[in-house]
């Protein structure tokens, strides 16, 4: 396994202006990462359709300056490019082509899809993704669980078509072992009571189904935002890692390493890395793993005042912990 | 919750003047607070209110570096984008302003921002309402 990092990690810093897309990209190398994903329409909307081979060049010269490979392009289905219609199935493909033909002009081997994608879209693009020798995958994110019939019929399709074009971008937030304490503590800012907050947690660790833990707070007379809380824990869910399949880590394009926070040890508050990756080795995933920090998105609460969450020191602990996971399986032999 | 906090900028919120110094509108800076580039086709929706008071969709002009266009002309702008993380100017067509006379040092600003995201059912909506200082 290689780690990456995704853009989005940085995305308040590069919102802010406090790090162009060339800043970010040595921070991306800074933190040790050998690959890097990017979404271009946060990073480089302008060259997106038809980029110019300065940009191109550029791009590249960055990758061999700071030592990285481009691996991962995160595209979105935007059918609803209009108001009063949609877009044709023809709309559609050209709009992907685009899409993928800027990636392939970059170096991206990964196209990051959406479920939101059809899976007769999908079945239609396939000899696109032949043509430009690249492969898609399906981000699978919470609360979004691996028995998912979307997923089911992916699976069935890639079997049935017998093509090693698609597969699964593994999110690792369906591995949520602990409600998100970033999450918790903004629920509280914005009014949930403490007393709620800890039952939350407490109950999401012992994995209570959600309208038991809603019935708890009624009986301790929920207020609007006690509820609000848990539908805000609610999205977070915990996948038992053993129900990742052999045929299901075999579809793995890429793993989205999500995080919402990383303590000074370098360990995830919630996410269960500690059990995933040495499975994923254990069951011969040899991809990247890429990290996509979250944790920002909680301190953007006005309540929350001008604190800035450090995205550098976040990304540098995240891939500090995956190098030692890595480290500690054999898949690297 | 999402950027909302780096929504509404602190600065940039004043009148604007004809060449005859008479009031024609206000104007005020956002950032959209949606994590990518938005494409111009993609604003559904813009409202704002001023100390309660809301304008009317045709009253609104919305500048990025691509120009300055009325909701209306951005419906038909998917390749053009509002950049993520910029600042753009929202222009409220509005003969008295931000009213003649009102020399409060802030107001209440209320800003909805809606957007056709094709993945999400209900499409992205942000709504910020904070006090910002009426420049001369």
């Known amino acids: 396994m290689k780690t990456c990092v995704s853009l989005y990690s940085l995305q308040e810093m590069f919102y802010l202006g406090k790090l162009d897309f060339e800043g970010c990209v040595a921070a991306v190398s800074a933190s040790g990462a050998q690959g890097i994903e990017i979404l271009p329409e946060m990073n480089c909307c302008k060259q997106y359709k038809n980029p110019t081979p300065a940009f191109v060049e550029t791009w590249k010269g960055w990758m061999e300056k700071y030592h990285l490979e481009p691996v991962c392009l995160d595209i979105f289905p935007d059918y609803k490019l209009y108001a009063n219609r949609f877009l044709t199935l023809r709309e559609q493909l050209e709009m992907f082509r685009s899409n993928v033909e800027f990636g392939k002009k970059l170096g991206f081997s990964i196209i990051r899809g959406l479920r939101a994608t059809s899976l007769y879209f999908l079945e239609q693009a396939l000899p696109l993704l032949e043509e430009y020798d690249v492969s898609m995958g399906i981000e699978l994110h919470s609360p979004t669980r691996l028995s998912d019939p979307y997923f089911g019929k992916l699976f069935e399709l890639i079997e049935r078509t017998g093509t090693r074009r698609l597969g699964l971008v593994l999110d690792l937030s369906i591995f949520t072992n602990h409600a998100p304490g970033v999450l918790v503590r903004q629920e509280v800012r914005k009014g949930a009571r403490q007393v709620v907050a800890d039952y939350v947690c407490e109950q999401y660790d012992k994995r209570t189904p959600q309208d038991e833990i809603e019935r708890g707070i009624r009986q301790m007379g929920g207020t609007p935002k006690d509820f609000a809380l848990l539908k805000a824990v609610a999205h977070s869910c915990y996948e038992e890692p053993t129900n990742l399949t052999q045929s299901i880590v075999d579809k793995i394009k890429l793993v989205h390493a999500k995080s919402y926070e990383v303590d000074e040890n370098d360990r995830d508050t919630c996410i269960d890395c500690e059990t995933v990756i040495p499975m994923l080795a254990s069951k011969g995933y040899t991809g990247y793993i890429s990290t996509e920090y979250e944790g920002q998105r909680f301190f953007h609460d006005p309540e929350c005042g001008p604190f800035e969450v450090d995205e550098v020191e976040q990304l540098n602990r995240h891939q500090r912990m995956l190098k030692r996971l890595i480290a500690g399986t054999n898949s690297n032999r | ?136």
């Not at chain 2, 003047?17 to 956002?30: A, K």
Request: proline letters at 1%.
């Open chain 2, 1 to 136: 919750m999402l950027l909302e906090k780096y929504m509404l900028c602190d600065e940039g919120f004043h009148n604007l003047f004809d060449e005859h110094g008479e009031t024609r509108g206000f104007q005020f800076l956002m950032r959209s607070t949606y994590y990518r580039s938005v494409r111009l086709s993609l604003i559904e929706g813009l409202t704002v209110k001023v100390d309660g008071k809301e304008y009317r969709r045709e009253q609104i002009r919305l500048t990025t570096r691509e120009g300055t266009f009325s909701l209306d002309e951005m419906t038909t702008m998917p390749e053009l984008y509002w950049e993520f993380g910029e600042k753009a100017v929202v222009t409220v067509l509005e003969q008295d302003g931000l009213g003649r006379g009102n020399n409060e040092p802030y107001r209440k600003l209320d800003v909805t921002l809606n957007l056709r995201v094709s993945y999400a059912f209900k499409g992205f909506s942000a709504s910020v309402c904070k006090l910002v200082r009426q420049e001369c």
